[in-house]
């Protein structure tokens, strides 16, 4: 190994130091690429039948109180629930295309990098592999190995270096067709609801919707499901009803 300060590209760190940095720097671009948008198709879908439910609801309550008829908000919650598709579906889309554009450049980055700079990259693996354990001659049979194939190399520094899990990058599109078809399968099972029953009726309706949705994704993130289906509801149930008395003051 090298001495640790004479690459210009570690800026005066040695090559573990630079490896967390640069995790750092990936995870910084991961976050900027979730934002408040969930990844997999399945918890997105999950995601907007929940926004859907309360966002529904919250229209429903305040047209009532000013006086509405019930059937006329039927209909009025069509235009809504298909221009909220549309934004929803969009902006999954936009999401999920950013989030693939950063992941890009973080390829193209740290191919540069191998291309240009392949001492320093040597470095780099051989703080990440003596941060695992390896040393000696098993230290640089790993190295000298991975450096041997450039396509496992920028595997291995993207995995290893940046911690990213490149299988858990979905198409943009699947993540917005999920989105979208959480928007219109829960208002559709909402306005049917409410042509049929009376508002606490599509109500229950909705908390179903909503339970589900929950439990869905809780058990995909591994977190407790009733936790997470008792706290859904009650936030949606409190937003419904602040719509109502805030209405009730204006």
Known sequence: MSDKTQWSH???KDALQHVIEAQRK???AQSEIHGAELSSHAAAMADSAKETVVLVFILWTLF???GIASERIHWLLIPFVLTWFIWRFSRSALLGWARLE?????????KWEIEHRRPQEKEELYALYAAKGFSGKLLDEVVEVLMADDNRLLQVMLEEELRLSLESFEHPLKTAAGTGAGVLGSAALLIAAGFTLPYWGALSVGAV???SASGLTAKQERNEIT???TWNLAIAAFAIFAAKWIGQLL
């Open 10 to 12: 570690f800026q005066g």
């Open 102 to 110: 950063r992941l890009h450049r973080l390829i193209e980055e740290e």
């Open 26 to 28: 990936a995870k910084s």
């Open 64 to 66: 009532a109180q000013y």
């Open 227 to 229: 936790p997470a289906i």
């Open 209 to 211: 919707i909503i339970a």
